[in-house]
């Protein structure tokens, strides 16, 4: 059953349809196939025609309904060498026809071309929603070249071209920031609702809004080739792509479709040759063409992954296909890299403790000391000092003591921050041991700042954890799936974020080999595993585990490549929502699995005893199918 468009007219080259549903191919020919059908019913009934002339109405009503199904049965005939269903439907059509079963045969027709109409639809609709991101980006760019700015198509934008963004435009490609400073929502893209704060330097991409900031940009891609079209591409080839369900159930229908056929064409055939009147057995054969066509059963899940797929990826989760969506509803256990996942990869000042002095003043002497320095646990005092409207001391020969401290004379004085044991002529009183323990007891960096003869205090810093972690953590909790840290940092820094999280288990210290051995472990323990990291330093742990997710992954390939699932933003809400929309998609793939071999174990039945006639059994098929999409486009409403 195939899921195109009839003509580029109508839909474009990717089989995406935006129109009105009544100008939808398919859908259209149904309608006229109905008016003809029931103007020559109505005209035959009063008298106004002859029995002949209404024939013909029918006629030209069942070539109309049926041009664009049977055109797929007939080249999956020839191409494919295959009975399909549409087989089944034509030969069920000819034979009422012969039978001279007119009005059942048109009927048969139309209603299977409008339920087919669905079908096709709603594919091409899914697909058109995911396209219209691209109306998100803008269609000109502002060139910026010898000092002049000139108005042109984003499409001829060159990667290496600087354009200007204003206040409120949107970013026409990707690009990197070369002057200004500005808020972006990127929720186009990540999903992710609040604007990101980026400044010289930074990425920029396509269809993302610049805020408040006029910004200079260098582009990095061509509009083609740009972040978006790139997630636009990934949704559509994976809504292609089947799960181990949908791959056996068509498997199943290869071979289920022509022994229809074949008990079908017995009953029609044989009869006659044993003294049996023709017409009886041969409407049960005709009946039994429609009744026991799998049409409910073959779509029910296709339609439940094209919409999951579909509506996950315009929340900025890419599930590559129909397989892993299908993994994620099955999800037992979630495996966390720590840093850069759970966390933001960058310390953040927690404490200031004075020992002598006020939290001000070594707050500003650590600020003096630490600007000369581009170490991380420097930045992060940097920050919170500018944070705070801390002003540096004037201050001479500012320099770092790699590995060890920085340094700085401040009037005439030498003062350091460094490591606890870079002031070995300083003896912590029990106090100060007590609270450094602590500190770092919470997983937390220590640092002293003083003189070679004082301390004057204590400054301790993190990695941050994020700030939905907790939320994440719970809601998974909530659904039954347990958590593990999977880290290679200490175990005294593990277990304090995993105690903040409330994480169910820790692994820790340990190499990347080591990840995908605990894998293993977590996958003979529980089942489905799903990890999460970075996508590129945890590629092995994310290729072993049953579904690997690799987050804020938005520009960079690598990171894409190595996951089955990939959460364009940093947003780690989005796990659960990866997961729902996988339980939510098997759960209605399942249901109309069982709802479609409830059907066929009624109709067939009833087909063969003769207890269903052609017109209630068109009815009945037709009904069975439109369900099933219906209920597959549930997967797309969260």
């Known amino acids: 059953m195939g899921h195109s468009c009839s003509k580029k007219s109508d839909c474009d080259d990717d089989g995406a349809y935006e129109g009105e549903w009544y100008g939808f191919p398919p859908l259209r020919n149904a309608l006229i196939a109905a008016g003809i059908a029931v103007s020559g019913f109505v005209l035959g009934f009063l008298g106004v025609i002859p029995e002949l002339v209404v024939n013909l109405f029918f006629l030209v009503a069942i070539i109309i309904g049926a041009y664009h199904w049977a055109r797929e049965g007939f080249e999956e005939l020839i191409h494919e060498h295959a009975i399909d269903i549409e087989m089944l439907m034509i030969a069920a059509a000819l034979g009422a026809i012969v039978l001279g079963l007119w009005e059942e045969a048109a009927a048969l027709v139309i209603l299977y071309a409008a339920a087919e109409g669905v079908e096709h639809i709603t594919y091409a609709r899914t697909r058109a929603s995911i396209r219209k991101l691209l109306d998100l980006a803008p269609k000109e760019a502002i060139l910026i070249r010898n000092g002049t700015e000139q108005v042109i198509p984003a499409e001829q934008l060159k990667v290496g071209d600087m354009f200007l963004v204003k206040p409120g435009a949107g970013i026409p490609t990707d690009g990197i920031i070369v002057k200004g400073r500005s808020s972006i929502n990127e929720a186009a893209v990540t999903g992710e609702s609040v604007p990101a704060e980026k400044q010289e330097g930074m990425k920029v991409f396509a269809a993302t809004l610049n805020v408040d900031g006029a910004l200079e940009v260098r582009a990095t891609a061509m509009f083609k080739d740009n972040s978006l079209m790139k997630m636009i591409h990934m949704v559509e080839e994976a809504q292609e792509q089947k799960g181990k369900t949908q791959a056996f159930i068509e498997k199943f229908g290869r071979k289920y479709t022509p022994a229809v056929f074949l008990v079908s064409l017995v009953l029609i055939v044989v009869p006659p040759f044993f003294g049996i009147p023709f ?280 990171a894409i490549e190595a996951a089955d699932v990939a959460l364009m933003g940093d947003d780690l809400s989005k796990v659960p929502e990866a997961i729902a929309f996988g339980k939510k998609a098997r759960s209605v793939s399942t249901q109309n699995i069982v709802f479609s071999i409830a059907v066929l174990a009624i109709m067939i039945p009833g087909a063969l005893l003769g207890v269903l006639g052609v017109t209630v059994a068109v009815i009945f098929h037709e009904a069975s199918e439109l369900l099933a999409v219906g209920n597959g486009l549930r997967v797309a409403k969260r």
């Open 279 to 558: 017409n009886e057995l041969a409407i049960r054969g005709v009946v039994l063409l429609i009744a026991a066509a799998p049409c409910a059963l073959v779509m029910s899940t296709p339609i439940a992954v094209a919409a999951g797929i579909g509506s996950a990826g315009k929340r900025g989760i890419l599930i590559k296909g129909g397989i892993h969506l299908e993994n994620l509803g099955k999800t037992k256990a979630v495996a966390f890299d720590k840093t850069g996942t759970l966390t933001t990869g960058t310390p953040a000042v927690t404490d200031i403790i004075p020992l002598n002095g006020d939290e001000p003043a070594i707050l500003r002497i650590a600020y003096t000391v630490e600007r000369c320095s581009d170490h991380p646990i420097a930045r992060a005092i940097v920050k919170h000092a500018e944070t705070s409207g801390i002003r540096p001391h004037e201050a001479i020969g500012e320099c770092a003591l790699p590995g060890q401290a920085a340094t700085a004379i401040i009037n005439g004085t030498p003062y350091f921050a460094g490591k606890p044991e870079y002031f070995i002529g300083i003896t912590p009183d029990e106090g100060t041991r007590r609270t450094i323990d602590r500190l770092r007891a919470e997983g937390k960096t220590v640092i002293f700042v003083g003189t070679e003869e004082k301390v004057l205090g204590l400054i301790a810093m993190r990695d941050q954890v994020r700030p939905n972690a907790k939320a994440m953590i719970d809601e998974l909790h909530a659904m039954g799936i347990a958590t593990i840290m999977l880290t290679g940092d200490n175990g005294i820094t593990a277990k304090a974020v995993a105690a903040d999280l409330g994480i169910d288990d820790i692994r820790a210290d340990l190499k990347p080999e080591d990840k995908t051995t605990a894998i293993e472990s977590l996958k003979e323990k529980y089942g489905a595993v799903v990890m999460i990291g970075d996508g590129i330093n945890d590629a092995p742990a994310l290729a072993r585990a049953t579904v690997g997710i690799a987050m804020g992954t938005i520009g960079t390939d690598a």
